[in-house]
């Protein structure tokens, strides 16, 4: 049986160095920016949660975006908040957003029309981020809960989208309490039960 040549000795181990280095460069790609999706239930209940007194009461259709800089399921719905904001604003309906206490980050150009928000009383009993809490014209909270169920948001999929178009014609909503799976961060840094 001949024997390999040289040449043949180093492409094979060219080649090994070659798939051990594109098998390492991939899973550290994996592990840095792929995260893998939570399947995990959030329950959102809107009891405790309240507009500031100069937004509360009679007014507007209001809606607050809860986020959070450092969660990535941000990403998924920040195209979909823009277009929601162009096709209600117009119509009416107030945009505010809430960042998490003690984060840091701003929103993307798209979402510049969201007034800021410091805080809302009961924002310390939101399950997870990003959320959304819907005010109807007459102060009552009408939503509140997920964009949608999921690992993206779009206007396919949005819970959003028909409640503002109920509201906008004047019939009642209450979903103050829902429960979803979805790509969802913890809103506190309190340990979950």
Known sequence: MPRPSRKT???????????????????????????????????????ELRLPDELAGPGPIRLVHFWDPACPCNVGN??????????????????YAVQKAGSRGRLP????KLQALPTLPGVAHIPASPAV??????????????YSEGLTC??????????????SAG??????????L????????????
Request: net charge negative; with cysteine.
């Open 182 to 193: 979805g790509c969802f961060c913890d809103w506190s840094d309190a340990p979950a039960p």
């Open 133 to 146: 809490a819907i005010w109807d014209r007459s102060g009552r909270l009408a939503y509140f809960g997920p």
């Open 154 to 167: 779009n206007a396919s999929n949005s819970f959003i989208e028909p409640i503002l178009e109920a509201l």
């Open 171 to 180: 019939r009642a909503v209450d979903a103050s309490n829902t429960l979803a």
């Open 9 to 47: 000795l180093l492409a094979c181990l060219l080649t090994l160095v070659g798939a051990a280095a594109l098998f390492s460069a991939v899973r550290w790609f994996e592990g840095r920016y792929l995260r893998p999706f939570d399947e995990r239930a959030a329950l959102f209940s809107g009891a």
């Open 78 to 95: 920040q195209q979909h908040l823009g277009e929601l904001i162009d096709q209600f604003a117009p119509r009416g309906v107030a945009f």
């Open 109 to 112: 150009a798209v979402l510049e």
